[in-house]
């Protein structure tokens, strides 16, 4: 079955310093990818997604994901965190009709 | 532009009981989605429909929970009985078409606590 791992749990970094989230996908067809952030108490919102073409995708917030087919990876980063950034993050393939999540990362931020 | 509306946000019930949750989707959202998230876990897709029609309920468990989209805008979700481990947050989302090209759009979930 298709699948998406995030591999880190959680992850702690200092306001103003860059972030990046690992996502990869199972094996076999580029999926559509998606990353989302869920706030406590709020539905997922969109933050960038990938269909095809520049394999650098930007995003809202500040946010931008490279897709790296050689290593099925959709990595997110974003250059400098702010406090408000505090969330759980989602990475996501569309097989199918079917998005798959992966398990999602905590972000925290310290000031 | 309203976004997806869930009630309730939160339902603490006993053990056997039945509860339902209802979802209405945004405006000429043709697909609507019923999603299950435990703890620490992503959503992951419990029904999928197309207008009134449910087109994928592979992953419903039909022995207890049951879902309708009976005019093809609102939805409900219903779980009889449930049981301690249906604890979790039931999110509802909606998009155009099924395509995946077009964004899904969430709902900010029910938090459903059995006792």
């Known amino acids: 079955a298709q699948s998406v791992t995030q591999p880190d749990i959680h992850i702690t970094v200092s306001e103003g310093a860059s972030l990046e989230l690992r996502c990869n996908y199972s094996y076999g067809a580029t999926p559509y990818l998606f990353w989302y952030v869920q706030s406590p108490g709020q539905g997922l919102q969109l933050l960038l997604k990938y269909f095809s073409g520049d394999t650098l995708v930007q995003g809202i917030k500040g946010f931008e994901a490279e897709f790296k087919r050689s290593q099925s990876s959709f990595n997110l980063r974003k250059p400098s965190v702010h406090w408000s950034d505090a969330a759980e993050y989602f990475c996501a393939g569309f097989w199918g009709n079917k998005l798959v999540f992966g398990a999602g990362t905590i972000l925290r931020v310290k000031s | 532009e309203a976004g997806v509306v869930q009630s309730p946000r939160y339902k603490i019930i006993e053990k056997k009981q039945p509860v339902a949750f209802w979802c209405n989707p945004i405006?000429?959202?043709?697909?609507l989605y019923w999603y299950l998230q435990n703890l620490g876990q992503g959503p992951e897709l419990l029904i999928r429909?197309?207008?009134?029609?449910?087109?994928?309920d592979s992953q419903l468990p039909k022995d207890r929970f049951s879902a309708e989209r009976l005019k093809g805008v609102d939805s409900t979700l219903k779980i009889q009985p449930a049981e301690l481990g249906d604890s979790a947050v039931y999110l509802c989302a909606s998009s155009l078409d099924p395509s995946g090209s077009n964004e899904q759009f969430f709902g900010p979930g029910t938090r459903l606590t059995v006792l």
């Open positions: 405006s000429g959202h043709n697909t």
């Open positions: 429909y197309e207008n009134e029609e449910a087109v994928d």
